[in-house]
């Protein structure tokens, strides 16, 4: 469900696009250290996004070093040092991924099930959950057993089982920070968490309408979507990033003005051109600005 959440590289500065691949490299390494190796293979830009979010939100200064990894031997790349935020951002995304690598197994069949076994057990040698973030896993599992149950009552509400997901991630981008700094880690969270939701439902929408998945855009409209309805979700999607950019703009980013760059990169020019790729809708200029 995840991979949509990435910048607009020629939108960026040179220096902001070596920020972000600090960011996610050094996401990769402390996933490594704090996860396990075998985590790093569910490595995402989405937590990425998360990471920079949280380090705007607790004033953290991510120092980057040079450094050499196992995918880029050869030549040092800049790197993102190990911090609190880039620890939280790894076991909050292995939580997640063991807890939806289970639920596939038990919502799956016959060779489905086999294929969801076999993905699971790279699960297995994930490190454990950080006790103190039980409570955060216990929320995540909560929403993920009430989006199975809309899923299997076959929900034909949009916004409801969207509303769900959107919870999940507020959740994630908003556990364990207080007052305003937690308001405005799970706005953001929970109305990106929708348009992920909805945008991986129309990614998905072809392949689910084949096998029989779930989807619910297939049961609001059909197992197609024509121009006038893609058009509506277009706008339903946008009135969601542009309540996350409003909460954006209540962040501080004195001294982050690069990460600022970077997630408004990321809102503003990434999840749009994203959301007209996955809708294929081919944006004029003119609208766009």
């Not at 959440?5 to 250290?33: F, Q, S, W």
């Not at 993102?80 to 997640?96: F, G, R, T």
């Not at 040698?125 to 057993?145: A, M, N, W």
């Not at 991986?200 to 609001?220: E, F, H, P, Q, W």
């Amino acid at each position: 469900m995840f991979g949509y959440i990435k910048p607009n590289i020629p939108e960026l500065r040179v220096k902001d696009h070596e920020l972000y691949k600090a960011t996610y490299c050094g996401l990769c390494r402390t996933m490594g250290k704090c996860t396990g190796c075998a985590s790093k293979f569910t490595l995402s830009y989405d937590f990425a996004f998360f990471a920079l979010v949280r380090m705007a939100l607790e004033k953290t200064q991510g120092q980057v070093k040079m450094r050499r990894c196992m995918v880029h031997p050869f030549k040092k790349r800049p790197i993102m040092e190990i911090n609190p935020v880039l620890e939280y951002s790894a076991k909050s995304s292995v939580i997640l991924t063991r807890l939806k690598l289970k639920d596939n197994v038990n919502d799956s069949r016959g060779i489905s099930r086999l294929k969801a076994k076999i993905v699971g057990l790279v699960s297995l040698f994930f490190k454990k959950t950080d006790k103190s973030l039980l409570p955060l896993e216990e929320k995540i599992k909560e929403c993920i057993d009430n989006l199975t149950t809309l899923e299997k009552e076959e929900c034909d509400s949009i916004d409801k089982v969207a509303d769900t997901f959107g919870q999940l991630l507020g959740n994630v981008a908003s556990f364990g920070l207080e007052k305003e700094k937690a308001i405005l880690g799970y706005e953001i969270g929970y109305h990106l968490g929708k348009w992920i939701y909805v945008i991986d439902a129309c990614d998905d929408l072809t392949r689910d309408v084949k096998s029989g998945s779930y989807n619910v855009l297939k049961i609001a409209f059909g197992n197609s979507l024509d121009n006038s309805q893609k058009y509506l979700v277009r706008s339903a999607m946008f009135l969601e990033l542009n309540k996350m950019a409003k909460a954006t703009e209540l962040i501080d980013f004195t001294e982050h003005r690069d990460v600022e760059a970077i997630i408004k990169n990321i809102i503003f020019d990434g999840l749009i051109e994203e959301t007209n790729r996955v809708l294929d809708i081919k944006e004029e200029t003119n609208e766009k600005n």
